[in-house]
């Protein structure tokens, strides 16, 4: 778990770095900012998409997941559980809380690397992929918090919750995670690091949080594969 705990700690540090320049900057350069937030995604999720090798079974796990999602309005939970956070930690004054809470779990929970590295720090004790990611989700809560605010520091908690019970449940969970899950995962992951992406730079608005249950969708399939071989 104490890899975790640093992971955790580095997006907390990185907000908080992100907040003092967030702080600092002049409303004309606010769009910046934002700007560099969004090409950060959509080039992150890019890279996680381009992991998929199952077309059908990528695009199956979205429309499911969404049509789940938005029956089950996974999204406006999300936002009056982070409402309730900023109701209890943070200022009142803060905008966009929910947001950043949202946008900051799902980069940082998404992704080969937070399964990967929990399952080695909890059957090897090797704590290297999680203490490299660290790094990276230090240096990208930067980005996010100075654009979307302290929301962004508040997602260490998911990441804490995820990748600690992956880490604690790494024995019986990893005999069943093979390359093509991770692949899979990641790619529909980038899927939804792409909405962040385009909804910061403008282009369109999501609700990202509508589309989380395509997650739970894409290992279903993935696990029927070798059923339904046309996926």
Known sequence: MIATVINAAAIVLGSVIGLFIRK?????????????????SLT???QMVLETTHILAFALS?????????MLDVEGRI????????QRFASKSEGAFAAGFLNGSVLFCTGAMAI?????????????????????????SIIFASAMGIGVAFSALSVFVYQGVLTLLSG????Y????????LTGTGGALI??????????????????????????????????????
């Open 116 to 140: 990967l590295g929990s399952f080695q720090a909890g059957t090897e004790g090797n704590y290297s992929l999680i203490l490299t990611k660290s790094v990276l989700d230090g240096f990208v």
């Open 24 to 40: 600092g900057i002049k409303d004309e350069y606010r769009n910046i900012v934002f700007t560099a937030a969004g090409l950060t």
């Open 172 to 175: 019986s969970i990893k005999p």
């Open 62 to 70: 979205l429309m499911l997941g969404g049509l789940l999602g938005t």
């Open 194 to 231: 792409l909405m962040i992406g385009l909804g910061l730079l403008g282009i369109k608005s999501f609700k990202t949080g509508n589309f989380l249950p395509a997650i739970l969708v894409i290992v279903g399939l993935v696990l029927v594969m070798p059923i339904l071989s046309f996926l």
């Open 44 to 46: 992150i999720g890019i």
């Open 177 to 184: 995670v093979s390359e093509l899950m991770l692949a899979e």
């Open 79 to 86: 936002e009056r559980l982070g409402e309730r956070l900023k």
